[in-house]
């Protein structure tokens, strides 16, 4: 398939939670890097979806796939969600995301 028109599967895949979790991970990896701003809504759509602690390795894959996209709003939400971690360890890693979007953003 080409990188565009496997954009439909790859989201279908990230969305269907009787997947394996690393299959989403995958999926949502995919399309940060197809085009990570073009699906920067179903990425964050996503993200809410995924709301259980547990899943918080797939938030992590989802995040580190919206580090391509320039949106101070993105950066604020993630920063938000990423205080309320129970996890220390998903807490610093999702902080390191977030700082890498920081990095990226630019000056105001």
């Keep these: 398939l080409g990188e565009k028109r496997a ?3 790859i ?3 990230l969305h269907d939670k009787s997947l394996r979790d690393n299959v989403r991970r995958y999926a949502a990896r995919a399309l940060g890097q197809i085009d990570a701003e073009g699906n ?3 990425l964050l759509r996503a993200f809410d979806e995924s709301a259980e ?3 918080w390795p797939l938030r992590l894959d989802i ?3 919206l580090i391509r996209v320039k949106d101070r709003s993105v950066v604020n939400k993630l920063e938000s ?3 309320g971690e129970r996890s220390s360890v998903a807490r610093r890693k999702f902080e390191e ?3 890498e979007m920081k990095r990226q953003l630019p000056p105001l």
């Design 7 to 9: 954009i439909p599967l």
């Design 11 to 13: 989201r279908s895949v």
């Design 40 to 42: 920067k809504q179903e």
């Design 53 to 55: 602690p547990a899943l």
């Design 63 to 65: 995040a580190k796939a």
């Design 81 to 83: 969600w990423s205080r």
């Design 97 to 99: 995301v977030v700082a």
